[in-house]
């Protein structure tokens, strides 16, 4: 992008949004070219970074089965990159980026992973959904010593120096719904369900491990390959059983049917008994499960699109602003949003691109502008954030009912899991 | 497992095990008719029976939004509408592909296979294209959600019992088209014996367009029932076209009855054994019974009875 260069000093930005509206105005007044150090010493690896620009990667899937989750991400990453660029870029550099497309494939994913880092030379990558494709990105981009941010909530078990997680490992998202239940709520038998793949199960183990350690009783624990339509035999089951909760990790097409046919079979979830609590649901689903569904249906989730604080509307309105009016924010894509501006924040930070640099700074990075109101990098790369409950209403959000009082302390090996 | 829980209690449980059971019987009739007349009768393996039902379920869909934007007055009988509509639209794709590629594939059965397999691509990325990624759902008139309460504890939900009225008229209406009509008689004489049934007079490049179109258009109504217990995207075909071929092919090919009896077969296994062992496992041990009856009856369940 060429734009004239002034020499005027650049003025602070008080509203992104308005920032981001007057665009190439605010390029042409905030880059400041006497401000950016020189790029021989913010870029000692061979990074494709200039005097003025820095590249990054985007990864995700916009075709095949994942493209109705990921394309949030997308959305959320790009608005956070322009936001950055219109306040000024990353050491007074501009940040371009370089969109991949990982085809809902795995090895695809690693396939353009290499790409990036060996022929682009990314600075960070933003990217990967599924815990498969972020398994199969993991070798390439510690080989050649890339940085990764992962944006969703995942099974945990993983560290890896390469990656950031900005979405929650299991137990943030767990612990503090089962303690919720129990405390406010007064559950004491948990159903289990689950789609079939390593999250669910992992999730399930982790809540089981909980659940026994509070002498509470686990009445049932069921999987179904993804895609299942036909939930009428555990739902038969569930009346059979009567658990107070039903601890739910069913993903994708089948979450439909099954709280269809929930309903279908006369179990009403506003009439909590049972209660309905689930992970996976977030209102990116609920466009498709159809908010009449799954009304009052409790959900688990660090951030939910109605969060009511100051830098949640400002976030909101300019992703509806950027992506369009019918658009909704599910935990995801504000986890993906956190991405760009957590790793600008360890560049500025490090005053280096370089990825060592960046990974020693990263601990300890705090972004207080996040929609989800404050986040904060762990030692094992993992954020802390607070766990919300909300239950989730006819018209497809989700109204919070609960919030923990400190930042749950991200934990991705837990104690009795192996 | 039982001993906590009083008789009465156990028997509706199991009456509504049973009804569980006959709603998925239910769903495999309507999967497999279409793709019974196709495969079976003609010999053509459509893989592209998958996106032919989601064809209809979008017209289900873009009906039911219509419906709800311009008369929302008759919204509850929409529905009705959108089956019919869904049958046409299917059927007439139907028709058409069997002009544009299938009739040149009849003496080369496996090209068809990947022919339809390309064609199943290109109305997956056609779907996305107009609809986007994004799943959607049909919104269901009022009269149809809920349950039909027959006791306390028996509650027997509402589009299911639909769902079972559309499979069984379906396959009545099939039956006697076949087996009852004089153009299911022309059918079945093309199928058994193409030269002949040309010598008698028989137009058989007009049946074979008209047989293809009906199988695709059952699809097509197969899709519409199925927008009241899943979702639809773009690849939601994918899902169904497994089991499908399963049915039609553990039934025996030729035999509309045998697929009926392996649908009810395959589906009471199925719902039975999740309600004692768990999903993934029941959908395992279905696989095996039917590989192992496969095995001992290579041609299906009712096809043996055929003299050749």
């Known amino acids: 992008m060429k734009t004239p260069k002034h020499s005027l000093p650049s003025r602070p930005r008080r509203r992104l949004l308005a920032g981001l509206l007057a665009l190439p105005a605010v390029l042409a007044l905030s880059t400041p070219s006497f401000a950016a150090p020189p790029t021989s010493e913010v870029n000692t690896s061979g990074l494709a970074v200039t005097e003025d620009t820095v590249k990054v990667g985007i990864l995700h899937s916009i075709t095949g089965t994942m493209a109705i989750s990921e394309i949030g991400s997308v959305q959320a990453e790009k608005l956070a990159i322009e936001q950055i660029n219109a306040s000024g870029g990353v050491l007074g550099r501009q940040i371009e980026f370089v969109q991949e497309d990982g085809a809902s494939d795995w090895p695809t994913f690693a396939e353009k992973a290499r790409k990036l880092l060996r022929q682009d030379d990314v600075a960070a990558i933003f990217g990967c959904w599924t815990s498969a494709s972020r398994k199969a990105v993991l070798p390439v981009i510690e080989q050649f010593n890339g940085m990764l941010y992962y944006p969703t909530f995942y099974e945990g078990l993983e560290q890896s120096p390469n990656v950031i997680y900005t979405g929650q490992e299991a137990t943030q998202q767990i612990l503090a719904g089962i303690d919720w239940a129990v405390k406010e709520k007064g559950a004491k038998t948990f159903y289990l369900l689950g789609s079939d793949y390593i999250w669910p199960r992992t999730s399930n183990k982790i809540a089981r491990i909980h659940i026994e350690k509070k002498g509470l009783k686990v009445v049932g624990e069921e999987y179904y390959p993804l895609g299942h339509t036909q939930f009428n035999s555990v739902i038969n089951k569930i009346k059979l059983r009567k658990p107070d909760v039903i601890f739910a990790s069913v993903v994708g097409g089948s979450n439909v049917a099954f709280y269809k046919q929930m309903k279908a079979a006369g179990i009403d979830l506003t009439e909590e008994s049972p209660l309905l609590l689930t992970i996976s649901v977030t209102e990116d689903e609920i466009r498709g499960i159809g908010g009449e569904n799954v009304e009052g249906v409790y959900a688990s989730m660090k951030y939910f699109q109605s969060l009511d604080n100051a830098n949640n509307k400002e976030f909101v309105a300019a992703f509806k602003e950027r992506w369009g009016d019918d658009m909704v924010i599910g935990d995801v894509t504000q986890a993906a949003y956190l991405g760009p501006w957590l790793w600008k924040a360890a560049v500025e930070k490090a005053g280096s691109f370089d990825i060592d640099k960046v990974r020693e700074a990263s601990p300890g990075i705090e972004f207080k502008k996040a929609p989800e109101g404050y986040v904060r990098i762990h030692e094992n790369h993992h954020l802390w954030s607070k766990t919300r409950i909300g239950v989730a209403q006819t018209d497809g959000q989700y109204k919070v009912v609960h919030e923990t009082k400190d930042l749950m302390e991200p934990d991705p090996f837990p104690e009795g899991y192996k | ?308």
């Open chain 2, 1 to 308: 497992m039982f001993a906590d829980y009083s008789t009465t209690e156990l028997m509706s449980i199991f009456a509504m095990q049973g009804f569980a059971g006959l709603s998925l019987f239910s769903v495999f009739v309507l999967m497999a008719m279409g793709l019974a007349i196709i495969f079976g009768q003609m010999g053509v393996i459509n893989m592209a029976h998958g996106e032919f039902m989601i064809l209809g379920a979008y017209t289900t869909y873009l009906t039911s939004q219509f419906f709800q934007d311009f008369m929302p007055g008759l919204f509850a009988g929409s529905f009705f509408v959108a089956m019919v509509l869904a049958f046409l639209v299917s059927a007439a794709l139907g028709a058409f592909v069997e002009w544009a590629m299938v009739r040149h594939l009849y003496r080369r059965p496996l090209d068809t296979l990947l022919a339809t397999w390309g064609l199943s691509l290109i109305l997956q990325q056609a779907y996305r294209s107009i609809f986007g990624a994004r799943e959607v759902g049909v919104d269901l008139p009022q009269w149809m959600m809920g349950a039909f309460s027959v006791t306390d504890l028996v509650q027997l939900p509402i589009n299911g019992l639909f769902v079972m009225i559309i499979a069984l008229s379906i396959a009545l209406a099939v039956y006697l088209l076949m087996y009852r009509s004089g153009w299911g008689k022309k059918v079945r004489a093309v199928v058994q014996n193409r030269p002949m049934a040309e010598a008698v007079g028989i137009n058989t490049a007009g049946v074979d367009r008209a047989t293809f179109a009906l199988g695709c258009g059952i699809a097509g109504v197969a899709g519409s029932a199925f927008t009241m217990i899943g979702s639809t995207g773009p690849t939601s075909g994918q899902a169904y076209i497994v089991d499908t071929f399963l049915v039609v092919v553990f039934g025996g090919a030729q035999s509309l009855i045998g697929t009926i009896i392996s649908a009810f077969g395959i589906s009471q296994a199925q719902s039975t054994m999740e309600f004692f062992l768990s999903g993934s496992m029941a959908k395992v041990l279905t696989l095996l019974v039917v590989v192992g009856i496969l095995m001992l009856r290579p041609e299906g369940l009712m096809a043996l009875k055929v003299r050749r």
